[in-house]
């Protein structure tokens, strides 16, 4: 570990730690300057602020501007990445900067062997000069930002002021977490990569198997959320709706990426199983049929409709009959229950859209206009769910003989 840094006081005991001596060694300025770390006189305690051994070279690196406006114009401005940009830093991506010249490298060194929080950056292996980059001058960083190290692969937030780093993070992004699935039908899933930290993760890959087959690409998307530090628990979704069937058996595995390079893959999620396709129940078409008459009403009885594997609404649409002039109308109500048309409660010729039901109740009501009788054809009620019909003929006639 470096000795304090300038504003701090040193003891002979943390030169003798750093020395490799035992702490209550005795020693002497001179010896500890020009011996322990190659000082030149005159010594003083002030020049050893910062001093380290075990000072670790690094490889930094941070991006170079060409000034477009102002007074600075045509003049380099060095820079880092901002909090939100983590991902391209991680990849040494600088189209975040439109004025972009360069990614410039630098060997700088760190006060010990690992590249971590608290951390200080010096420009050499001994003395506390800053890097070139947080020098001070006016090309230089004038505010904390992100940089790179390219010899142990971190980012890192540089304190210019301090020259110490914090929110130290590997470039390679972190693996996903489990993949969590929902099955919506029979042809969809979402999948959900939960509480992930997306810090540098620029794209999920997401791989898919189905019934048991290898592992293939399937899509590669945005996080809901990437680049900013505070990025280290989020959850992201993704609605597959292709290739899929009823009845396969499928899982999925999932990869963080940057420009930098790839996570490993997540752990496989469970697998789960897509629902049969929705499906209508059989049906006996049925007649409505009344004898001559004025602005007569027929009732049918009540009809049953099963449905299997419904999803969203049921819609009902309704032909009218067309052989008389005014024709009669057609309506009908359904209910979820025997004898409770609670779904459509009215006798209507436009039914609104109604949830989906394992069965449909429901009766047909035929109404006369005035004394025209309406000679025999079919009219067609259709039941729609989830894309898929049921189409019920009923055959109408006013003017013969008959009933429900």
Not at 133 to 160: H, K, P, R, W
Not at 175 to 187: E, G
Not at 296 to 324: A, D, H, R, V, Y
Not at 333 to 350: A, F, Q, R, W
């Amino acid at each position: 570990m470096a000795l304090p840094s300038s504003g701090n006081s040193i003891s002979f005991g943390q030169i003798n730690d750093e020395l490799g001596n035992s702490t209550n060694d005795t020693l002497d300025l001179e010896t500890a300057a020009e011996t322990g770390f190659g000082l030149s006189k005159p010594h003083g305690l002030n020049e050893m602020f910062g001093l380290s051994l075990s000072r670790l070279q690094i490889v930094v690196r941070y991006m170079k501007l060409l000034v477009q406006e102002g007074e600075d114009t045509g003049e380099t401005q060095y820079v880092g990445w901002s909090d939100g940009d983590l991902d391209d830093c991680a990849g040494l991506d600088g189209s975040v900067e439109d004025d972009l010249t360069s990614i410039e490298s630098e060997t700088d060194f760190n006060e010990d062997g690992s590249v971590s929080n608290g951390d200080v950056i010096f420009a050499s292996s001994t003395g506390t000069t800053k890097p070139k980059y947080a020098s001070g001058n006016s090309d230089e960083l004038q505010g904390d930002a992100y940089l790179v190290e390219t010899t142990q692969n971190n980012i890192f937030l540089y304190d210019v002021s301090e020259s110490d780093i914090s929110n130290v993070r590997s470039r390679t992004p972190n693996t996903p977490t489990k993949p969590t699935l929902v099955a919506n039908s029979s042809t969809q899933i979402t999948v959900t990569i939960p509480t992930t930290n997306t810090q540098v993760t620029k794209t999920f890959k997401i791989q898919r198997s189905i019934n048991g087959a290898s592992f293939s690409d399937l899509a590669t998307i945005t996080p809901s959320a990437k680049g900013n530090f505070a990025n280290d628990s989020v959850n992201t979704t993704y609605v597959d709706s292709s290739g899929i069937s009823a009845g396969d058996v499928v899982k999925y595995q999932v990869r963080g990426q940057n420009d930098f390079t790839n996570s490993v893959f997540s752990q496989e999620s469970s697998t789960v199983t897509t629902p049969s396709g929705t499906s209508w129940g059989s049906f006996t078409n049925y007649s409505m049929l009344l004898g001559s008459g004025t602005n007569q009403t027929l009732e049918s009885s009540e009809k049953s409709l099963t449905l299997t594997n419904g999803s969203g609404n049921t819609t009902i649409s309704i032909e009218q009959p067309s052989n008389s002039n005014p024709a009669p109308d057609l309506e009908i109500k359904v209910g979820d229950s025997s004898g409770n048309y609670n779904l459509i409660n009215s006798y209507t010729e436009t039914p609104s859209a109604i949830g989906a039901r394992t069965t449909y109740f429901f009766k047909t009501k035929l109404t006369q206009k005035g004394s025209k009788n309406n000679s025999s054809e079919t009219c067609d009620i259709v039941f729609t769910n989830n894309g898929v019909q049921k189409t019920i003929t009923l055959t109408i006639e006013i003017g013969g003989l008959g009933g429900p």
